[in-house]
């Protein structure tokens, strides 16, 4: 069975073929009718319980800097319900992550998503040194060149079950962008994995260099 037909069964939302389109910037990402319906709301409880429960490594705000930790800021709420119904059914790895979230029940996974979906995006901080230009502008190409944008946005917000990567961290993003291609990371669909599986590694790398740095370095530049 796949993770679309998991997923769908335990939170009553319908099956998802594909990437979704992102939203436009701005706009928050809407759970299936079914899920939403059920779902309670991003309430004070489940505030405090990602105070408690979450804020120690992920930050207060969704955003914390260890550089393999994810930034949450930002993030749909639909994507962030996905992973974690992924985590509690042992589908992805991180051993501190698949300990906590075996104890969420359904209602669990809707509200911390219901909540980590109100958390506004959050700059990364200023760099040390300025973006290679160079490298940035390869970042950008390759971001077309692979149809990045027609998924993730053209200001790599993203939206719906498609992660914000603007201002991710690098080396989070390396790792991702790495395990899609070689297996070790999970997909909920195949979109990710036929997407990178043909581009060579130091294009990846440079994908992640780019990504993580886009807010800060050119959050235009992907329209040019």
């Not at 040390?128 to 917000?157: I, N, S, T, W, Y």
């Not at 070790?184 to 260099?209: E, G, K, N």
């Amino acid at each position: 069975m796949s993770g679309a037909v998991l997923l769908a069964a335990a939170l009553g939302a319908p099956p998802a073929g594909g990437q979704q389109s992102p939203r436009k910037p701005g706009t928050a990402a809407s759970a299936p009718a079914a899920a939403a319906a059920k779902a309670p709301a991003a309430s004070t409880n489940y505030a405090q319980r990602f105070a408690t429960q979450c804020a120690a490594c992920h930050g207060a705000n969704g955003r914390n800097e260890p550089p393999l930790i994810p930034v949450l800021a930002g993030q749909p709420s639909l994507y962030a319900i996905t992973q974690l119904f992924l985590f509690r059914e042992g589908r992805r790895g991180a051993d501190t992550m698949a300990v906590i979230a075996k104890t969420l029940t359904d209602d669990d996974l809707r509200g911390f998503s219901d909540f980590i979906g109100t958390l506004p995006p959050v700059p990364a901080p200023p760099p040390v040194a300025p973006p290679d230009a160079a490298r940035m502008e390869k970042g950008r190409a390759l971001a077309q060149q692979h149809k990045c944008l027609f998924c993730h946005g053209a200001e790599l917000e993203g939206g719906q079950q498609v992660p914000r990567i603007a201002g991710q961290h690098e080396d989070y993003l390396r790792m991702t962008l790495r395990g899609f291609q070689s297996g070790a990371r999970p997909a909920y669909t195949q979109a990710m994995p036929a997407a990178v599986s043909q581009i060579p590694v130091a294009d990846l790398d440079t994908l992640a260099y780019y990504a993580a740095r886009f807010s800060v370095a050119a959050p235009k530049a992907a329209g040019k």
